[in-house]
Structures are given as structure tokens and as C-alpha cells.
């Protein structure tokens, strides 16, 4: 019998350590109480009697069962961590063809092109194949075309998206267009410097696994995470605790708010909605980013010379048409391509000839802003943004991406000194677009005309440094010139939809009020009570209206946020009382709040740049009763 009871033991053992560790646990269990319940309480005398018989026998056989634990706990760990890695599922349509499992398919990437196999291109072997099915995944043989399947092995091969074929001389699909842009901005950080690595590698997988993500590390050595708003972002770092970076403490700092900085027409009436005399306008325009210099301006050409004084640049600045605008913003994938240095890109001469008579179609829609003689120069900022440089110097035309249309006619006219330092031009026009003089933050719908490069000193030409006297230059003529303009702030604004009932439609509006939100319409759908909202809600106050709104309707309101556009913060960050009705009505401390300076000030002020602030104004000396006695 004792044997018996042995070989039954061994036998259940080798059954439970083929099975998983969660259903061993539950086998367990039934098994002990079935034992308990169907043998009877021994006696004392029956105890001795059997521990005398298995003594000898344990000698000899702990060996063996010390190996048997130490292989099912070896199996339980194996088992263990296979339950908690991470499987990458790729989202897969078949265009053409059958798809199988085993296959071995080239991936292609968005910028691959035939021509040049050796770039964007890798080969990989498919693994499972699955049917979604909610939540479930049913594996499958084979899929035809207009199937839509998930597919295993793929980790490693694709970044955002990629194109699958089994011929390398298939061209690939561009890539994936989102409707919703990335607004949100945070800097993550971990609480041990020694965790960073595996922080780095997790902001990677998150990466690769939402589309909407994007990941990157600014110049002063912060990774920042971008999503698309307040909920998105507490869902993908619940992502990071909890999958992609397990075990790391990571410390998120609040939303960095993204601005864009612009000039407008110059205003014809003031706040109070009176004439605006030039005297006026002259005195607005004066504030301390000027540096403590006096700018002097030609009807707002700014002149400004290098640093060994040989070379002087004026430039001029002026607010961008909408149109323009609208089509830099249509067009920024063509101008990317465009733009691509080396060889990876042929633009034929047609192609930029079509794309230079749009946008200056565009730019002279409403008013003639641009005339033939001027030539586009640059884009900024990173070559496609939406700011434009103009010119009328035959050297400065055969720079930037439109030199192909100029190279015949400004040929025998090129200055060959000028010609040496146009890149220097170029980039100091660049490094002003990418961070405006307001607060650092990147500009929009402004133009530039460099309108002339004089030479003031015979002095020796090309001395050491001289490029970066030429970048720094232009830099701050730029910079200038775009302060001598009306300056205003830009903010990005949220599209809202929401579906609530009439009972709770007022409290909705209580909510979009109190967040300076903007109601476009507001339409009941047919046959129902239910209402849908559309308004504008600026991201500045977009964090925590999904809870509040929740709240306030008991959870029968749920928002639908989506990135719109920019909108002009309409009033001047630097606005003071300079008209007589404005003094009369604000008062010589202008005790008003100026939200556009406020805004600026706070993100000067995260940014480490100088802020005028005063702690004291008009203080009075106040004195006690007690005193006085």
C-alpha cells in the first residue's frame, strides 16, 4: 500500500508541473481536502509504527525529491515570466495575395523607394497569425485579401508603420496620417539616476505601441513625452508603470503648454475702442526686450551690423496672409520631400515652379504683397515651418529650395562675396523662427525681407568667426524687427463635441464659461433629448474639464477633445495706458489683468529668462494707532 501511495504521488507531481502555475495552485487544493476527508484519524501507536518503516526510505530518497522541487520551481519561474512578457501584436490589412504564418516578407518603410533597397528596408519571418475578436485573439492559417489580422515577429522591424511584401521592388505606402496632433507636452524623470536606461527603453516601446505618441529629448537633456491631451497622457504613463517600465519610479512634471508667437496688422483702435494716433503706436512698441537699445526703424526696416562693423543687414517684417498660411500648412509633407538633402530626392523643375506660383497665388490673393522681383529665400523654421524669408539680392536668390527657378536669370548679377556667407543668412533666419524673442517659443504667419546687405568698412573680409558675427547678426535683426511690429501670442485650441441631455445642457454651459471657452452650435439630434455641443476650448484650460464636466452632469456628459488650430491671444502682452480715454479708464498702474501677459511671464519664467516684475509699487508707510500715541 505504501508504495502504492507513492507511485500516486509521483504520478499527480509529473501532472502538476506540466500544467500552469495558476491551475497547478487550484489542483492543489482539491486534492489536499479530498485526503483530509476520506482517511480517518491515526493513532498514536499507528504514527510511530509508520514513521519507523519511511525513515530508512527518506535517507535515500531526499536526493531525488530535492531535484523534482528544484526543477518544478525552475518550471514555475520559466512559466512565470512568459505570463508577464510582452507580446507585440502588429495591426495588418492584406491588400493583395495570401498571407501565412512562417511566411519571410520584406519590410518596407514609409520613405523606402526601390532605387535604393539598402535604406529603410529589413526582412523578417512572420510568426502567429490571430482574428481579432474584442478582446480575443483566434489564431488563423491563412488570410486573404481585405482581411484584417494581427501578426506576431514583427518587434524591432516597424516603427510607426511599414508596408509588408514579398518583393523588395514593391513600393512602400507613406505613412500613417493622423487626424489628432500630439499638443500635450511633460518631462519625465526617474527617481534613481540608475533607472534611466530602462525609463529611455520604456518611452520607446510606448512609442512604437501608440501612434499617437511622439517621444523625444529636448537640448537640455529632458525626455518629454507629447499626447494628445489630458486623458491620453494618464493613460499612457499608467501604460509606462505598469508595462513598458515595471518597478521604475518615474516623476512627471507638470504640462509644459505649447505657444506660437506672431505679429498682426497694426491695430486702428485702442482698447476702448478709440483711433490709435502713430505717436501712440510708437510708444507701445517701446519694452524691455529691446535690451535697454533704441531701435531706429525705417517704416519698420531694422538695420544691424556684425560685431567687427563691415557689414550691415536690414530687415523688414510683416504679418503672413491666411491664405499663405493655410497652404504652408497643406503642403508641409511636399516641402519636407522638397527639402531633402543628398540625393534621396529629385524635385523636377515643374514640380517647384507649380508649388512657387501656389504659394505666391496665395500671397497675393487678398492684397499684392509679394512682388515678382522678390524671391522666396527659406522656409522656417527646420525648412517647412510657416514662416517665409524674402529677398530682392540677386545673391540671396540662388539660396533655399526655389534656387533652381532663379539660377538663369540672377547668374551674371551674384555677388561673390555675399555668395560666401548666404548659408550664415540662412541660418540665423532659421534660429529666430525656431525660438521668437517673446518667450523662446517657436514663431508663426510671420514674413521677413532681407531687404538689402550693405558693406560699411573695408576691413579684412573673411577674419576667424566671421560666420557666426553673420548668424548673430541676422539673429537679432530679425528679432528686432519682429518686436518693432504688434506682437501677439498664439494658443492652441481644442475642438470640442459632446453629447448631453437637456436636463443637464445648462450645466454645460456653466462649465465652458468658466474655462473662456468659445460655443459654436448646439443642435438637438432627432428623436431624443440629447443636444450636441460644439465649441473651442483653449489647452490652457483644458486640464481637468473631462472630470469637472463628469461632475457637474453626474457622468452624463462625456467630451470629445481634438487639436483645431492656433488662435491670436487678442490682446498685446506689452499693453500699458498711452491714449488719454485709456488713462482716464484703466488709471496710470493699468490694475486690469493682461492674460496674454501673464501667459508670456509664466513660461519666461519656467524657461529661466528674464521677467520685469515689480514686488513694490506705491508703497505707503502705515503706522499703528499705538504708535501715534
Not at 8 to 26: G, K, N, R, V, W
Not at 258 to 268: L, Y
Not at 399 to 406: I, K, N, V, Y
Request: with cysteine; aromatic share 6%; charged share 25%.
Amino acid at each position: 500500500q505504501q508504495q502504492q501511495q507513492q507511485n500516486e504521488q509521483h504520478s499527480s507531481t509529473q501532472q502538476l508541473s506540466q500544467q500552469t502555475p495558476a491551475a497547478a495552485e487550484s489542483a492543489e487544493q482539491p486534492q489536499e481536502e479530498d485526503g483530509k476527508s476520506s482517511s480517518a484519524a491515526p493513532t498514536q501507536e499507528q504514527q510511530e509504527e509508520k514513521q519507523q518503516e519511511t525513515n530508512p526510505k527518506e535517507e535515500g530518497e531526499g536526493e531525488g525529491e530535492g531535484e523534482e522541487a528544484v526543477e518544478e520551481a525552475a518550471e514555475e519561474a520559466a512559466a512565470d515570466d512568459n505570463k508577464d512578457a510582452l507580446v507585440w501584436v502588429a495591426f495588418v490589412r492584406v491588400f493583395s495575395g495570401t498571407l501565412r504564418p512562417g511566411s519571410t516578407l520584406h519590410v518596407l518603410g514609409p520613405k523606402y523607394h526601390p532605387s535604393k533597397p539598402d535604406q529603410h528596408h529589413s526582412v523578417c519571418t512572420v510568426g502567429n497569425m490571430y482574428l481579432f475578436m474584442g478582446r480575443d485573439l483566434l489564431p488563423l492559417d491563412t488570410a486573404g485579401a481585405g482581411t484584417v489580422v494581427g501578426l506576431t515577429g514583427l518587434q524591432g522591424h516597424i516603427l510607426k508603420s511599414a508596408t509588408l511584401s514579398s518583393s523588395p521592388l514593391c513600393p512602400s505606402f507613406a505613412g500613417m496620417y493622423m487626424h489628432v496632433k500630439p499638443i500635450v507636452r511633460v518631462a519625465l524623470e526617474t527617481a534613481r539616476i540608475s533607472d534611466m536606461a530602462a525609463l529611455k527603453e520604456g518611452m520607446r516601446l510606448l512609442s512604437q505601441a501608440d501612434p499617437c505618441v511622439e517621444v523625444y529629448v529636448q537640448e537640455t537633456g529632458e525626455h518629454v513625452l507629447v499626447t494628445v491631451g489630458e486623458v491620453h497622457l494618464e493613460r499612457c504613463l499608467t501604460d509606462l508603470r505598469e508595462s513598458f517600465c515595471p518597478g521604475v519610479e518615474i516623476h512627471v512634471s507638470p504640462p509644459i503648454i505649447p505657444f506660437r508667437e506672431t505679429v498682426i496688422p497694426p491695430p486702428s483702435v485702442d482698447m476702448l475702442n478709440e483711433s490709435i494716433s502713430a505717436d501712440n503706436t510708437a510708444e507701445r512698441q517701446q519694452h524691455y526686450l529691446f535690451g535697454g537699445q533704441e531701435v531706429k526703424d525705417d517704416h519698420g526696416i531694422v538695420t544691424v551690423s556684425t560685431s567687427n562693423r563691415q557689414w550691415a543687414f536690414k530687415v523688414k517684417a510683416w504679418p503672413m496672409p491666411n491664405d499663405a498660411l493655410k497652404w504652408l500648412d497643406d503642403n508641409i509633407d511636399k516641402i519636407r520631400e522638397c527639402n531633402r538633402s543628398g540625393s534621396e530626392a529629385v524635385v523636377a523643375e515643374s514640380v517647384l515652379q507649380q508649388m512657387n506660383t501656389e504659394l505666391r497665388q496665395a500671397l497675393n490673393r487678398e492684397t499684392q504683397t509679394v512682388p515678382e522681383d522678390m524671391g522666396i529665400i527659406a522656409l522656417g523654421p527646420r525648412s517647412c515651418g510657416p514662416n517665409i524669408l524674402f529677398s530682392r539680392l540677386p545673391s540671396a536668390k540662388c539660396q533655399g529650395m526655389f534656387a533652381p527657378l532663379h539660377a538663369a536669370d540672377t547668374a551674371a548679377a551674384v555677388d561673390p562675396d555675399l555668395q560666401r556667407f548666404m548659408p550664415s543668412v540662412m541660418l540665423g533666419f532659421q534660429l529666430t523662427t525656431q525660438a521668437g524673442p517673446l518667450c523662446e517659443e517657436p514663431m508663426r504667419a510671420v514674413c521677413f525681407e532681407l531687404v538689402d546687405i550693405e558693406r560699411t568698412d573695408s576691413g579684412e573680409e573673411y577674419e576667424a568667426g566671421f560666420a557666426g558675427q553673420v548668424i548673430a547678426a541676422v539673429k537679432e535683426a530679425t528679432r528686432l524687427a519682429f518686436l518693432v511690429q504688434p506682437v501677439r501670442l498664439m494658443m492652441a485650441m481644442l475642438a470640442c463635441d459632446l453629447f448631453v441631455p437637456s436636463a443637464s445642457l445648462g450645466k454645460v454651459y456653466v462649465v465652458l464659461n468658466k474655462r473662456n471657452s468659445r460655443i459654436l452650435s448646439d443642435e438637438m439630434t432627432e428623436g431624443s433629448d440629447n443636444f450636441l455641443v460644439k465649441a473651442m476650448v483653449p489647452v490652457t484650460e483644458s486640464f481637468g474639464f473631462s472630470s469637472e464636466l463628469r461632475s457637474k452632469t453626474s457622468g452624463l456628459a462625456m467630451p470629445q477633445l481634438m487639436f483645431s488650430h492656433w488662435e491670436v491671444v487678442p490682446m498685446d502682452p506689452f499693453w500699458v495706458p498711452s491714449t488719454a480715454e485709456e488713462l482716464l479708464h484703466y488709471g496710470e498702474k493699468a490694475d486690469a489683468p493682461n492674460i496674454a501677459k501673464r501667459m508670456m511671464e509664466d513660461v519666461r519664467k519656467r524657461k529661466g529668462l528674464y521677467v520685469e516684475e515689480k514686488i513694490v509699487e506705491h508703497a505707503e508707510k502705515q503706522r499703528t494707532l499705538g504708535r501715534n500715541k
